[in-house]
């Protein structure tokens, strides 16, 4: 089964430091991690240790390698269990903070998913991805595809799609406090969603909640894209009421610049709790594009949340 890749990468390369006390090089990690299923470059390697040692997990050891810290062998300990309730969130409020974008001159900085496909699929992937578009299922209107990035192996191809945790560091930017609070299965019926079918909180769970459901066979995004009914993911966000009309400005500004949200949003949605105080955004998530991929059985793996770009750099052509 194709499996998405997230933060298990970062947990593994520390379960190998803890495992083998001398310091260890990217060269003899890569092998590793390979041998646990996750096929990595040097330079990938290199890449994943490098934030490591800006969360102080890790350190290098002259030219010897990386050993772990006490910060990092705490890390280790608990990753697999308690740590690990929230991480995922912690993760993308990162991303968010660091999103600059400004959508009133669409500028600055937003935060992507990595996917990457080996090159032989990549035009089924394309028409995969293509899909999404046209059926308004994405959380943004195009996305990117790279070739030069350490953390694509050869003979692959890689492909940057926005993630919607962009929005929430444009909210912030602009003084609206929101919370990122489910992952869910959107049941839409001839073009009108009805329904949560499962929602996941995101700050009491070890996984990302929509990564779950692709990777269960949960969704019907290829359904909905060919006959305008299925299951596709979405995201449920809340901020509070009192801000609805600086809200709606902002949207409709990055509405202008491709980005394609709200499926609805109200003190009460589909068969949300209803709350007066509390505005929920309903936004379909990038994740639709690798869902979709899956679903037409292609082999994609994806990083979700993998770092910020320029806006601009998306908007590219190749």
């Known amino acids: 089964m194709t499996m998405i890749r997230t933060e298990r990468k970062y947990i593994e390369l520390l379960r190998i430091l803890k495992e083998h006390k001398d310091p260890m090089g990217a060269k003899r990690l890569s092998e590793l991690m390979a041998d646990r299923g996750f096929v990595l470059s040097d330079r990938a390697v290199q890449y994943y240790l490098s934030y490591l040692d800006s969360m102080g997990f890790t350190e290098k050891v002259g030219n010897l390698g990386r050993i772990l810290t006490a910060t990092g062998v705490e890390e280790t300990d608990n990753a697999l269990v308690d740590d690990r309730i929230g991480f995922i969130i912690s993760k993308l409020e990162r991303l968010a903070y660091r999103s600059t974008f400004d959508p009133e001159t669409s500028t600055g900085d ?33 996305y990117r595809i790279v070739d030069r990035d350490p953390r694509i192996p050869s003979g692959s191809v890689g492909l940057i799609t926005l993630c919607s945790i962009s929005m929430d560091g444009v909210f912030q930017r602009k003084g609206i406090p929101v919370k990122m609070a489910y992952g869910g299965r959107l049941e839409i019926v001839q073009g009108t969603p009805k329904r949560f079918k499962d929602l996941i909180g995101y700050r009491g769970t070890t996984i990302d909640p929509l990564e779950l459901f692709i990777s269960s066979g949960l969704t019907s995004i290829k359904s909905f894209t060919q006959s305008k009914t299925g299951i596709a993911l979405a995201n449920v966000r809340e901020v509070p009421y009192s801000a609805k009309t600086r809200v709606e400005e902002t949207i409709h500004l990055m509405n202008k610049c491709g ?60």
């Open 259 to 318: 980005f394609v949200f709200p499926v609805t949003m109200g003190n009460q949605v589909f068969n949300l709790i209803p709350n007066p105080y509390r505005l929920s955004i309903v936004a379909f998530s990038g994740l639709n594009y690798i869902g979709n991929t899956v679903e037409h059985g292609i082999e994609i793996t994806t990083e979700i949340g993998a770092g910020n770009i320029q806006f601009s750099k998306v908007m590219e052509t190749n």
């Open 110 to 142: 937003v935060a992507y998913n990595l996917s990457i496909v080996p090159e032989e699929s990549f035009e089924n992937v394309k028409t995969a991805f293509d899909e999404v578009i046209q059926a308004g299922c994405g959380f943004f209107n195009s």
